[in-house]
């Protein structure tokens, strides 16, 4: 190798299911080398993409001939930091993935084109915008001192110190976060602060207050329902540092933030901060990763904490702060009470008790919540003749009635079809719908309260851009008397009439395989609880109300949903997965096998069980998962579990080097820390 070197090695990382790090040369003088974190255009295969630089180096192993030339380095886009590198591999590792996998897709696509335009423009848009800063706030209201309390010592806090905010519903946790967060900015002129939330419908609300509150500092927004552009605009801002607070959903835990102080997940037992596919990681996992790396503070808030962080702050690892009231003046939880369905039988999906509560809130001009989690007009329909039902043919569902659209719909495979006139097996015309969902609730609604003001939100309603916020704006302006939905509506909303909230069908996740399912279902129903009686004494000056119909009034979940007894709900709970050995007192893995047929995937997976044993981690039978089929595919999977974190990833980093090496059709999957088993 000549001591003149006119070229170097950029070592690359790209976003390929490969394990491999890839050598590229490219022409430089020594004093003009890319730098570690950049991105860079690079020839793979027959297509250029885009790849994150690694390393550079002198020379290659690659034979000369054998070496492709780099086609291009961003340099106009400063390195990614050596901490967001660190994140990246720390995640890659962590599940299992190479690095490009992960690296790259969490970046803006943008930034990974063949050409730079749209990168370049973002650029120029960004330097023209005011570098103004003033952290100062804006309009602060007194806090009480719980919540003063709990402000000062996020807001003060130095160094790795995570805290549990565990803080009934109203009780001004969002206010907590933008006082601590006010703190933070006062202190760290160049501080950014990355504010969490787990449902895009919840970051308009919080925008608007974030806004109000810091009219002088860069807000940056970062989910899913951004177009490409506003992304990278957005996603640059906060790599450059301008964006001092960062908004976003799960994926906004992948942005870079180069002078991160202040982390802050709200409802941090929401399930939607694990990611369900591709990569599956856990966005408050890995920010408490990050919070620790970087040595900074990171506050996790719920009215009801997911078992794993009520557990460290058991255990004295998370600080634990307590909010035990209401923060606005004379409002106070709502009276939660149990409608027994086999005494008063429902019609029209309302027993007579929650019809009587309607009314009433309709006479005082309150407003009510009926919370249904199932969408469509009828989840099955059916043939009393023969016994057909409208199953999907292409998974283990059923076909979903939607009326109003007067379609048939799986919601697992998006099949649709028009709804048959007569029955496909006996030509019988007088088919039936089973059960209901938010449509049928509507609709019988709309007979019972002809002059009510219903309004619907879920899915199906709000597949327009924009119109879910069109939808909750138009409630918070009280142009809505009876508000129906799903989960949708359950989550964070801060609506100020709402004195009623009717539950209907919550008893299915009563008995439920999933061991998570009861923690979940206390976790909504406390949560869809708490859109009641937040703005203090109503109009009838009357406490507001939760009424939950049920076949299981007996049920001990219900008895501290009524009680409104967290603790000791979760502290039961807990001795319950101590004693059966569940997560969090254990750690588990998931392998993921789909196959035209079942019995190929499950052939697959007990040749993956039988390739490396370890006498403390246990492998279980496969087992067809519980959907089987979708989207004609049969998924089965492999359960694997073990005591210690670091000796099952150990097994799993050398199984999964074996496990690659298998010839096989089927496709799979690992997922660590999974949460639908
Ligand atoms: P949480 O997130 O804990 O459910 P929010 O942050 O949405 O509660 O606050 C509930 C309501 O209480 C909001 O309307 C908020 O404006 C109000 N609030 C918060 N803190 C105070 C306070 N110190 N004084 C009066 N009202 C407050
Ligand atoms: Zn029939
Ligand atoms: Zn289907």
Request: glycine residues 6%; hydrophobic residues 40%; proline residues 6%.
């Amino acid at each position: 190798m000549s001591g003149l070197l006119n070229h170097c090695i950029l070592q690359v990382v790209l976003d390929t299911p490969l394990h491999a790090v890839f050598d590229y040369r490219w022409p430089c003088a020594a004093a003009e080398r890319p730098q570690v974190g950049q991105l860079a255009l690079v020839p793979f295969g027959r297509r250029e993409v885009a790849g994150l630089i690694v390393g550079v180096a002198d020379s290659s192993d690659v034979p000369e001939d054998k070496l492709k030339d780099a086609l291009a380095v961003r340099s106009q886009l400063s390195p990614l930091s050596p901490q967001w590198l660190a994140l990246a591999s720390f995640a890659a590792d962590y599940y299992q993935r190479p690095l490009g996998e992960v690296a790259l897709p969490g970046l803006p696509k943008n930034t990974r084109l063949p050409t730079t335009v749209a990168l370049d423009r973002a650029l120029k848009k960004l330097a023209k915008l005011d570098t103004a800063h003033d952290g100062t706030p804006l309009n602060v209201p007194a806090l009480n001192p719980a919540q003063q309390q709990a402000a000062d010592a996020i807001g003060g806090a130095q160094g790795y110190l995570p805290t549990l905010l565990h803080g009934v519903t109203g009780s001004g946790k969002t206010e907590v976060y933008l006082q601590a967060c006010a703190q933070v900015l006062a202190r760290e002129p160049d501080g950014q602060i990355l504010i969490l939330v787990p449902e895009i419908n919840l970051t308009p609300q919080l925008e608007g207050n974030i806004r109000a509150r810091f009219p002088g500092v860069m807000l940056a927004t970062l989910h899913s329902s951004l177009s490409e552009g506003e992304r990278m605009l957005h996603w640059l801002a906060a790599h450059q540092g301008r964006a001092r607070i960062v908004l976003g959903t799960r994926l906004a835990i992948l942005a870079s933030l180069p002078a991160l102080k202040l982390i802050v997940i709200d409802e941090e037992h929401d399930p939607s901060y694990k990611q369900q596919e591709g990569l599956r990681y856990s966005a408050r996992d890995l920010a408490v990763w990050r919070a620790r790396q970087l040595a900074i503070p990171i506050v996790l808030g719920s009215a009801t904490p997911s078992l794993e962080s009520w557990q460290h702050a058991q255990s004295g690892r998370y600080r634990l702060l307590t909010l035990r009231e209401r923060a606005v003046q004379n409002a106070v939880l709502p009276r939660i009470s149990l409608l027994d369905m086999e005494r008063d039988k429902p019609q029209d999906g309302l027993t007579s008790a929650l019809v009587a509560a309607l009314r009433l809130r309709m006479e005082r001009g309150e407003q009510s919540l009926l919370f249904l989690n199932r969408r469509g007009y009828a989840p099955v329909i059916c043939c009393e003749a023969c016994g057909w039902i409208s199953n999907c043919h292409r998974c283990t569902a059923y076909m979903v009635l939607h009326r109003p659209e007067h379609r048939l719909r799986c919601h697992h495979c998006s099949l649709e079809m028009r709804i048959p006139r007569h029955c496909p097996d006996c030509g019988n015309v007088d088919l039936q719908p089973l059960g209901r969902g938010t449509q049928r609730v509507e609709e019988g609604l709309q007979q019972l309260f002809p002059d009510a003001r219903i309004l619907r939100i879920d899915a199906d309603s709000t597949r327009r851009k924009g119109s879910a916020q069109a939808a909750f704006d138009s409630v918070h302006r009280g142009e809505v008397d009876i508000l129906i939905g799903t989960q949708m509506v359950a989550k964070g909303h801060d609506f100020k009439n709402l004195t009623l909230v009717g539950i209907l069908n919550p008893d299915t996740a009563l008995f439920s395989q999933d061991y998570r399912a009861s923690e979940r279902l206390f976790a909504q129903l406390m949560q869809v609880a708490g859109r009641a009686g937040r703005a203090g004494q109503s109009a009838g000056g009357s406490v507001s109300e939760v009424l939950i119909q049920t076949r299981y009034p007996q049920h001990p979940l219900y008895g501290s949903v009524v009680r409104h007894d967290y603790d000791n709900f979760a502290t039961a709970l807990l001795e319950e997965r101590q004693q059966a050995a569940l997560p969090p007192f254990l750690y588990q893995a998931l392998l993921r096998a789909e196959a035209p047929e079942l019995a190929t995937a499950v052939e697959f997976l007990t040749q993956a069980r039988d390739l490396l044993a370890h006498p403390d981690v246990t492998l279980h039978d496969p087992i067809p998962m519980s959907m089987t089929r979708v989207h004609n595919v049969d998924r089965a999977q492999l359960l694997l579990e073990a005591a210690s974190r670091p000796l099952l990833q150990a097994f799993l980093k050398e199984w999964l080097h074996l496990l690659r090496t298998v010839k096989t059709r089927v496709k799979w999957s690992l997922e660590v820390d999974p949460v639908d088993i």
